[in-house]
C-alpha cells in the first residue's frame, strides 16, 4: 500500500470513531434532559399530574389545592413528603446513570480527536 492510502484509511477509521463517539453524547445527552419519572403505588395529592386537567389549564384551582392540604393530617404530609422526596432521589439516580454515559463518550471523542491530530503532526514531520 502506498503512504497516502494508509493515511486516507487511518482518517477515515478516525472519522468513524469520532462520530460514533459524537452520536453516543449526543444520544444520552438527551437522554440527560429527557423526562424521568418513577412508577409508585402511593398516589400523592402534591403532583399537579394526578389532578383533573381541563384543556392545558388546571381544573383545580390555587385556593382548591391548599384547602386540600389543609385537612390532611400530619401523617399524611408526612408522607407525601417521603414519596416526593423518595422520587426526586431515584430520578436523581436515573439522570446520573445516563449523564456518566455522556461523558463517557464525549471523553472518547476528545480522546480520538487528540490521538488523530498527534498522528497527523507526527505524519507531517
Same mark, same amino acid.
Given at each position: 500500500? $502506498? ?17 460514533? /463517539?459524537? !452520536? =453516543? @453524547?449526543?444520544?444520552? /445527552? %438527551? ?9 409508585? #403505588?402511593? &398516589?400523592? $395529592? ?6 383533573? *386537567?381541563? =384543556?392545558?389549564?388546571?381544573? @383545580?384551582?390555587?385556593? !382548591? ?7 390532611? !393530617? *400530619?401523617? #399524611? ?6 414519596? #416526593? ?12 446513570? !445516563?449523564?456518566?454515559?455522556?461523558? *463517557?463518550?464525549?471523553?472518547? &471523542? ?7 491530530? /498527534?498522528?497527523? %503532526?507526527?505524519?507531517?514531520?
Amino acid at each position: 500500500m $502506498k503512504p497516502f492510502q494508509w493515511f486516507i484509511n487511518i482518517l477515515s477509521i478516525f472519522l468513524l470513531l469520532c462520530f460514533m /463517539g459524537f !452520536t =453516543g @453524547t449526543f444520544i444520552f /445527552g %438527551i437522554l440527560t434532559i429527557n423526562f424521568h419519572y418513577v412508577q409508585n #403505588e402511593y &398516589s400523592s $395529592k402534591w403532583f399537579f399530574a394526578d389532578l383533573k *386537567r381541563k =384543556g392545558k389549564k388546571l381544573e @383545580t384551582d390555587l385556593t !382548591t389545592y391548599i384547602h386540600q392540604i389543609d385537612f390532611m !393530617t *400530619r401523617k #399524611e404530609i408526612i408522607q407525601n413528603m417521603a414519596v #416526593e422526596l423518595y422520587k426526586l432521589n431515584e430520578i436523581s439516580c436515573q439522570k446520573l446513570q !445516563t449523564i456518566k454515559w455522556t461523558l *463517557r463518550f464525549f471523553s472518547f &471523542s476528545l480522546i480520538i480527536i487528540a490521538i488523530f491530530f /498527534g498522528f497527523l %503532526i507526527f505524519a507531517i514531520l
